[in-house]
């Protein structure tokens, strides 16, 4: 599943598809290794992703036409490299920018300013 240090496996699932997306996004190509490494660094370990985590998720990208991939051989290994078609570009943006909605909600809730107390919620 996940290595996760800070938080819950759920967090992390829920968010899994727009990381992908988003680093696909800035890299353009990049192999699953190269990916869990580059989640790890940006996280200050913070966030570890495991094989049982990314690789269905990156299979199911690929099936819904997000992601298209290219073999490498490296001496005798294949190296299966991952990168965004056109609806994967459009899709990471869109991942982006709802997740980036969803934490200003999230804030508003868990945050909220203070509430006139002649206004009555409704």
Known sequence: MYLCLMYS??????????????????????????ITRHVRQLTDGELELTEGALYPTLHKLEKDGLLV???ESIGKRVRKYYSLTPSGSEA??????????FVQMMQLILNPKKINPAKSIV
Not at 11 to 31: C, D, Q
């Open 69 to 71: 991939t290219e073999k």
């Open 92 to 101: 990471s943006a869109d991942k982006v920018r709802e997740f980036q909605e």
């Open 9 to 34: 496996k759920e967090l992390v699932k829920g968010t899994l598809k727009t990381i992908v997306l988003k680093l696909l996004a800035e890299n353009g190509r990049m192999y699953g290794y190269e």
